[in-house]
Every structure is written in C-alpha cells, then in structure tokens.
C-alpha cells in the first residue's frame, strides 16, 4: 500500500502532465488559427472586396441609367464612366474568383444590359419602329416606375454578394 506521503507528489505529477497536455493543444490550436487566418486574409478577403465592388458598381449603373432616361439623355456621360468602372470591377472578380461560371454569368448579364441599353438609346433617339410595341419613355414625375423594366436584369448582379 503506498504511504499517505507519496499521494501528494502523484496529484502534483498529474496536475504537471495535464497543463504539459493543455499547453500542447494550445500551440497547435493556434498553429491551426493562424492557417485558417491566412487562407481569409489571402484568399477570401480579395474576392468580398472585387464582388462588393462589382455590386456598387451594379447600383451606380442602374441608378445612371434611370437618370439619363428620366433626365433626356444629360446625365448619359456619368452613365458611361459608372459602365466602365463595372466592366473594370467585372474584369478584377474575374481575376481573383476561382468560380469561373459566376463570373462568365455576370459578364453576359452585363452584356445583355448593354445591349437593353442600346435599345433605350434608338427609342430616346426617336428610332420608334426598332421595337415594335415599345412604348415611348415617359417623363416627369412618376416616370420611373415602369420607364426601365430592364433594370431588374442588372439588379441580378447584386446578389453575388
């Protein structure tokens, strides 16, 4: 039988072993943590920063392109500035996504905008007869409502994020 004497240096070895085990986990946890911070800082933050900027650049377009319908084509130059920033913000994803189809989506979507646009452009021109049953653009004060039903197809590229 072990003597009352040996009982407190067992405990004490045991309570040593234990914070040796603890102090192991600890470094290799935060070995660990330190992967996974630099896997998001090098990976992931680049790609949140080149989608959310291609969603402001979504906003600024759509909003351009209601003013320039609703402003008789004045405003058409701050239209085209925010379209390039999209197409440089479309092309700096594409860079960085490791999702290929995404990508090459938002494009063509950005495209078809573009080409909607362009429609735009001929009726505002009073090029009537390009689309047959197209109204007119309406102005003035509650003209935003229905004047641009394609805006939606570009809102679609806000919920990349």
């Given at each position: 039988m072990a003597e009352p004497s040996d009982r407190p240096e067992a405990c004490v070895d045991l309570v040593v072993l234990l914070l040796a085990v603890l102090t192991a986990v600890a470094f290799w946890g935060m070995g660990r943590l330190a992967s996974s911070y630099d896997h998001t800082a090098e990976d992931v933050v680049p790609k949140v920063i080149a989608a959310e900027e291609v969603?402001?650049?979504?906003?600024?377009?759509?909003?351009?392109?209601?003013?320039?319908?609703?402003?008789?084509?004045?405003?058409?130059?701050?239209?085209?500035?925010?379209?390039?920033?999209?197409?440089?913000?479309?092309?700096?994803?594409?860079?960085?996504?490791?999702?290929g189809s995404l990508s090459q989506e938002m494009q063509s979507d950005t495209a078809r905008l573009v080409g909607l646009d362009r429609g735009d452009l001929r009726l505002d021109r009073g090029d009537r007869g390009v689309r047959p049953g197209v109204r007119p653009h309406r102005r003035g004060p509650g003209a935003a409502r229905g004047a641009v039903p394609h805006a939606m197809t570009f809102a679609e590229l806000s919920r990349v994020c």
């Open positions: 969603r402001y650049f979504a906003a600024d377009l759509n909003g351009w392109q209601t003013g320039y319908v609703l402003d008789e084509g004045e405003s058409r130059a701050d239209f085209e500035k925010s379209l390039a920033g999209t197409r440089k913000a479309l092309a700096e994803l594409q860079k960085v996504s490791t999702d």
